[in-house]
């Protein structure tokens, strides 16, 4: 439930945080730390503008006020070279992917990797068909368009390109909506596997639980305009605010910790 | 492993690559960052060892790892192995073990896609195929013609259900908001016309016939014409446009679900609003056409206002304006009809829909001038 944790190195600091469209507030004094290493899930109910805090730090959408550090660079900051710099320290992958509709998928996983100077086409493309490969992709996916492909191949797709540059953050928005429960219990474990081997920081805006329950090491959940409380799973289940009692002890909660104990069990562990 | 990706700032590698041959073994010693920008420069070094002998890769002097370093030492291991020599990496961290671990599991496979050569069969079946595929897109356009004028009588049977706001503001959107355009366009091709046709009658003496060329051109072609393809380029996009981003999220399948008929909301009003709005839009641009070309004849050669009016009245058969008018409503129809139809093809993805826009405006221009050139053959026929 602490906030900070001075023992372990901080990659994204966000601290006195206000967003604000028009008269309406999304975020009033908002801090959160993200620590290196860790998977975050940021959950919270519609328009707690868990999206827009996600645009913020990756800065596609400029705060009204607060600041913004990842990996000790002010994000917020205008200077082009700062923000050069700190664009190849994250990757993003959105909603559906959003994947250039007119390149097909390697092209598109080959995009963030022009921009590195001297670097073969042959192996750009052939880096390209590993990271298809990497997010479960069949070789023969990598000509293809986006519109050929099914909505969770888009979102592997998406997830390919968001790594192309071997980020160390990574952030995902809403990364299993829309798919099948197999489709996202795969999406999960591949979250979880890829975060592992390339020592990534994910930081994941997501309603799933069960997405939560399977990859999250830690849960920041948006309510009353700030992180009102971030913690592991066990930690959830105490907080007595009323959003997070109804959300985390809901009838779904509750059915998606049982399928998380039921699989753990005959494992042993 | 895994720190940011530093840019190369200069042409000096910070990467050292040391190969000796210990005995029948070479080693090879690599020291500073592996990432991707020294991925060409580490894949061309790798690539010069020879698969004749064992090799170990030693990694303890690497600072930073990333995929397509691992992807480069999985490569050459293919390339050894193939060869029936050993390989072994040493001195790799606990990360950069892992992850080359990751990147051998995850080595993709290409799959050959056999590709023949075109034969001349492929090549008539094609042919085949695009005039197959013109012909169906000439039905396809009949075919919503059909159904423009099945859901236009069921109207007038059910009047309830016709959507007679939609009309009125399609109305203003497809005629009243192109006047000005139209207005200008007419104006100034009447002043070129006056502009042009006195330089070569001058020569004749023959000044006061620019009074006839302006007319018969603009009221028997040019008016109902260029008004036709400047609504072509306005109209025909936007209807695809409107149209087919509805498609394109889903909003016609909601339509139809709900029982409501996709055709009767939107292609009837759009296609009558242009059938209604087009003759008056050419109208508009005959008058500003005259008026310019008017204009141009006095200044450039004195024919004043009222002899160009009885000039007009005498020397121009009123037919000229029926054979203009009669296209418009057939023009407004190819205009419409290709609009919706063009738009009804747009797929789930935003490419579609700029390709289906500009598509919808190329055929509806194109489709409008062959049918001038049909108008034009028919009328030289009955002698008109």
């Known amino acids: ?269 | 492993m895994n720190q940011h990706i530093v840019w190369r700032m200069d042409n000096v590698s910070p990467l050292r690559i040391e190969i000796a041959s210990l005995g029948a073994k070479e080693t090879v010693a690599v020291r500073g960052p592996l990432t991707l920008p020294y991925a060409t420069e580490l894949a061309e070094r790798m690539g010069s060892l020879t698969a004749d002998r064992p090799v170990c890769i030693d990694l303890s002097g690497v600072t930073r790892f990333d995929t397509s370093a691992a992807w480069v030492l999985m490569k050459l291991q293919h390339r050894i192995t193939a060869a029936d020599q050993d390989i072994e990496i040493i001195g790799a961290g606990d990360g950069p073990a892992s992850l080359l671990k990751t990147v051998a599991l995850a080595m993709p496979h290409p799959t050959d896609v056999v590709r023949t050569p075109l034969a001349l069969v492929d090549r008539l079946a094609g042919l085949g195929e695009a005039v197959a595929g013109g012909i169906r897109f000439l039905l396809a356009l009949i075919g919503y013609f059909g159904v423009f004028l099945s859901r236009l009588a069921r109207s007038i049977r059910h009047p309830s259900e016709f959507r007679f706001t939609a009309l009125v503001h399609h109305c203003e959107e497809v005629g009243f908001k192109a006047v000005p355009i139209v207005a200008l366009m007419a104006f100034l091709i009447g002043v070129v016309l006056a502009f042009q046709g006195s330089a070569q009658l001058r020569q004749f003496g023959a000044e006061v016939f620019v009074v006839d060329l302006i007319a018969i051109s603009i009221l028997r072609e040019l008016g109902i014409l260029l008004t036709s393809i400047i609504v072509a380029g306005r109209s025909a996009s936007a209807f695809t446009a409107a149209i087919g981003s509805m498609k394109m999220r889903e909003e016609i399948d909601a339509m139809r679900s709900l029982g409501l008929d996709p055709a009767m909301i939107l292609f009837v009003p759009r296609i009558l609003a242009l059938f209604i709005m087009l003759p008056i839009l050419g109208l508009v641009a005959n008058l500003m056409g005259l008026l310019g070309g008017g204009l141009m004849a006095w200044v450039e050669l004195g024919i004043s206002p009222a002899m160009f009016a009885t000039r007009l009245v005498d020397g121009t058969d009123v037919s000229h304006v029926f054979v203009g008018m009669i296209k418009a409503p057939v023009f407004a129809l190819i205009i419409g009809v290709v609009g919706c139809h063009a738009g009804m093809q747009v797929k789930s993805n935003a490419e579609s829909l700029g390709q289906m826009t500009s598509a919808s405006v190329v055929t509806a221009i194109f489709a409008v001038i062959v049918a001038d050139a049909l108008f034009s053959i028919f009328f030289a026929q009955i002698g008109v």
Request: some cysteine.
């Open chain 1, 1 to 269: 439930m602490t906030l900070t944790n001075p023992s372990r190195e901080v990659v994204i600091s966000i601290r006195g945080l206000r967003n604000q469209f028009g008269s309406q507030v999304v975020h009033e004094n908002l801090d959160l730390d993200i620590y290196r290493g860790e998977i975050v899930g940021v959950v919270g109910g519609s328009g707690t503008g868990k999206s827009v805090l996600l645009r913020t730090i990756v800065g596609l959408n400029p705060p009204a006020a607060g600041s913004v550090t990842v990996l000790g660079d002010d994000v917020l900051d205008e200077e082009d070279t700062t923000r050069h710099n700190a664009e190849a320290r994250w990757g993003v992958m959105f909603q559906d992917g959003a994947l250039f509709s007119s390149l097909t998928v390697r092209e598109n996983v080959e995009v963030p990797m022009r921009a590195v100077e001297g670097l073969d086409p042959e192996i750009r493309s052939a880096l390209a068909d590993l990271k298809i490969s990497m997010v479960g992709l069949p070789y023969l996916a990598g000509d293809k368009y986006p519109s050929e492909l099914s909505g969770g191949m888009r979102k592997r797709a998406g997830l390919a390109r968001a790594l192309a540059l071997d980020p160390p953050i990574l952030f995902l928005d809403e990364p299993t909506a829309g798919l099948d429960p197999i489709g996202a219990a795969e999406f999960d474990v591949l979250i979880r596997g890829l975060s592992r081997a390339l020592d990534l920081t994910v930081f994941l805006v997501t309603h799933d639980l069960d997405t939560l329950h399977a990859v999250c090491d830690r849960i920041a959940v948006l309510a009353d305009h700030r992180v009102l409380v971030s913690g592991t799973m066990r930690d959830m289940l105490a907080v007595d605010h009323p959003w997070v009692h109804e959300y985390f002890h809901g009838p779904r909660a509750r059915a998606a910790l049982d399928t998380k104990k039921s699989a753990n069990r005959p494992t042993g562990s």
